[in-house]
């Protein structure tokens, strides 16, 4: 009962958001533009791709002979169907390393994300988007640890920029944030069930997922808004056009847990915010014990459609008729 009126709830409160409306362009707020992170979702509808997202992590234990490391390589292509409303697909390719023992490797499940951006404020600097994400379970390689069950994350995506502080806090106004907050609802509840070993030890096992809380938020420092708008400090072209930043996500469970922990990663990293292109690096920094991993990184490309296509690709579906 309870999953079926928390299901119910989002995915009512995210259609009733669908019906606001206003027209804004991608990422932009007021003088405040809003770039692509990368371990969280950002506000903006846009025609885009990311191309190639590398990542790369160690898991398992400190000793080599035992240790897993973990290369995925993705791509994430977003496209517009209205001027406020999108859909994305995300495909992965998984590479899993096991010291002395044999590779896996394989695809992981498909995701899609039907997003709708309903609200700008520009005096604010405040974007505002909902969306719901699905995970297409039986879709990926079951040697990567690819679930057969699928889920559903009804999410609300937010932007805020500090360009409306007070003048005597100018330094302080290329500062923005982004986050996300979703609630993941697993296609199967979790059960738990009874297994005999070899020797007569009984232990439970989880056979599925529980529900999951799942959020984040980064933190920028714009330094093309701070030359634009506060003060050219004659930077050359490269600082000019970096965005320092530290992005923070999170999965919690939300229903019997059997076993499953808050999990986390701390990513401090640069984004670099070219004509038609962006280029971001950062490092994933386990958040919490339960996360059982070495430091890792993360680098994308991520291409703006509508700087390199205007008329084709980088415009709504419904402006081609």
Same mark, same amino acid.
């Given at each position: 009962? $309870?999953?079926?009126?928390?299901?119910?709830?989002?995915?009512?409160?995210?259609?009733?958001? $669908?019906?606001?409306?206003?027209?804004?362009?991608?990422?932009?707020?007021?003088?405040?533009?809003?770039?692509?992170?990368?371990?969280?979702?950002?506000?903006?509808?846009?025609?885009?791709?990311?191309?190639?997202?590398?990542?790369?992590?160690?898991?398992?234990?400190?000793?080599?002979?035992?240790?897993?490391?973990?290369?995925?390589?993705?791509?994430?292509?977003?496209?517009?169907?209205?001027?406020?409303?999108?859909?994305?697909?995300?495909?992965?390719?998984?590479?899993?390393?096991?010291?002395?023992?044999?590779?896996?490797?394989? $695809?992981?499940?498909?995701?899609?994300?039907?997003?709708?951006?309903?609200?700008?404020?520009?005096?604010?600097?405040?974007?505002?988007?909902?969306?719901?994400?699905?995970?297409?379970?039986?879709?990926?390689?079951?040697?990567?640890?690819?679930?057969?069950?699928?889920?559903?994350?009804? *999410?609300?995506?937010?932007?805020?920029?500090?360009?409306?502080?007070?003048?005597?806090?100018?330094?302080?106004?290329?500062?923005?944030?982004?986050?996300?907050?979703?609630?993941?609802?697993?296609?199967?509840?979790?059960? *738990?069930?009874?297994?005999?070993?070899?020797?007569?030890?009984?232990?439970?096992?989880?056979?599925?997922?529980?529900?999951?809380?799942?959020?984040?938020?980064?933190?920028?420092?714009?330094?093309?808004?701070?030359?634009?708008?506060?003060?050219?400090?004659?930077?050359?072209?490269?600082?000019?056009?970096?965005?320092?930043?530290?992005?923070?996500?999170?999965?919690?469970?939300?229903?019997?847990?059997?076993?499953?922990?808050?999990?986390?990663?701390?990513?401090?990293?640069?984004?670099?915010?070219?004509?038609?292109?962006?280029?971001?690096?950062?490092?994933?920094?386990?958040?919490?014990?339960?996360?059982?991993?070495?430091?890792?990184?993360?680098?994308?490309?991520?291409? $703006?459609?509508?700087?390199?296509?205007?008329?084709?690709?980088?415009?709504?579906?419904?402006?081609?008729?």
């Amino acid at each position: 009962m $309870f999953r079926s009126i928390l299901r119910t709830t989002g995915v009512v409160a995210c259609s009733t958001l $669908f019906l606001s409306a206003g027209a804004f362009a991608h990422g932009v707020a007021g003088k405040r533009v809003f770039p692509t992170t990368v371990t969280i979702d950002d506000p903006a509808v846009a025609d885009e791709a990311s191309l190639p997202t590398i990542q790369y992590q160690r898991h398992g234990a400190s000793d080599d002979d035992v240790a897993l490391h973990q290369t995925d390589i993705s791509a994430e292509f977003s496209k517009r169907i209205t001027e406020h409303l999108g859909i994305s697909i995300r495909p992965s390719y998984t590479i899993i390393d096991r010291t002395g023992a044999n590779n896996s490797y394989g $695809f992981g499940n498909i995701e899609t994300t039907l997003k709708y951006q309903f609200l700008q404020n520009a005096p604010h600097e405040l974007l505002m988007s909902a969306g719901v994400t699905r995970e297409w379970g039986g879709t990926g390689a079951a040697a990567i640890g690819s679930e057969t069950t699928g889920s559903t994350t009804p *999410t609300i995506y937010f932007g805020k920029g500090f360009g409306d502080l007070p003048d005597s806090l100018d330094w302080f106004k290329p500062l923005a944030v982004t986050g996300i907050f979703g609630y993941r609802f697993a296609d199967v509840p979790t059960r *738990t069930s009874t297994v005999v070993d070899d020797d007569g030890n009984v232990s439970l096992r989880s056979d599925h997922s529980p529900d999951q809380f799942v959020y984040g938020v980064s933190v920028q420092y714009s330094i093309p808004y701070l030359q634009a708008n506060i003060k050219d400090l004659g930077l050359p072209d490269f600082l000019g056009r970096l965005t320092p930043l530290v992005e923070f996500a999170y999965s919690s469970p939300a229903t019997t847990s059997n076993g499953v922990r808050t999990q986390g990663t701390i990513a401090p990293g640069l984004i670099y915010s070219g004509d038609s292109f962006q280029l971001a690096a950062e490092l994933l920094i386990p958040a919490t014990r339960r996360s059982n991993a070495s430091t890792g990184f993360i680098f994308q490309i991520h291409w $703006f459609f509508d700087d390199l296509f205007p008329t084709t690709l980088g415009k709504p579906i419904v402006d081609w008729f």
